[in-house]
């Protein structure tokens, strides 16, 4: 199927103001994602702590692939992922986030086999879980087709691509909460640092 006929899933209805708000590009990448972590926070709590505890098992056993490069050559990387799934079968939590937090364990995998990550650590795992719900949820539920006559599609993957490093922030911000309560339950979005600016008044401003 081409990309251009590619059928999105249904935009979760607690992201619609942030997408319509991304559309209208009125606000700067830093506040827009602000705006999105309160969603995103919402559902990470609403997943609940199942997913959480599956990761941590996830990292104790990610700690156990050797770490010599001969070791590793002989590794059983695709036992490693079988046992990702039994162990799957036995978490708490709904079907869909555990899925994510199986595909993030399994990038994980992925990055330790390939040389692109030394280890695997319980927070890294916490980190890439809240990324892939970011993603789920969000980044990948965006209608080819913006809801917003004065918005293109370019100009919101645009966006999206300027507010990364704003939730890649947010979303450590989350991981140490999560680490230091273990849990979700009390999980909050950072406090801001400044009071929202619109571009129109940053680009005003500048003359």
């Avoid at 972590?37 to 990610?62: C, N, S, T, V």
Wanted: neutral net charge; charged residues 30%.
């Amino acid at each position: 199927m081409p990309d251009g006929d590619r059928i999105h899933p249904t935009l979760p209805r607690r992201y619609e103001h942030a997408y319509k708000q991304v559309c209208e590009g009125h606000f700067s990448p830093d506040e827009l994602a602000y705006r999105t972590l309160k969603p995103l926070a919402q559902d990470l709590k609403e997943y609940g702590d199942g997913p959480i505890r599956f990761i941590k098992g996830l990292a104790d056993e990610l700690c156990q692939i050797p770490r010599e490069p001969m070791l590793r050559a002989t590794y059983d990387w695709d036992g490693m992922r079988t046992r990702f799934r039994k162990q799957a079968r036995f978490a708490s939590g709904g079907t869909r986030a555990i899925e994510i937090a199986i595909l993030a364990g399994e990038r994980m995998l992925n990055q330790v086999r390939f040389g692109e990550r030394e280890e695997v650590t319980y927070a890294c795992l916490v980190k890439e879980y809240a990324t892939g719900v970011y993603r789920a949820r969000f980044v990948d539920c965006v209608p080819l087709v913006p809801r917003q006559n004065d918005a293109n599609h370019g100009a919101v993957v645009e966006m999206l691509e300027a507010m990364n490093p704003h939730i890649e922030r947010g979303i450590d911000a989350f991981t140490a909460q999560i680490i230091k309560s273990d849990g979700v339950d009390k999980l909050r979005r950072p406090s801001r640092a400044k009071d929202p600016v619109s571009l129109d008044e940053d680009l005003t401003a500048a003359y």
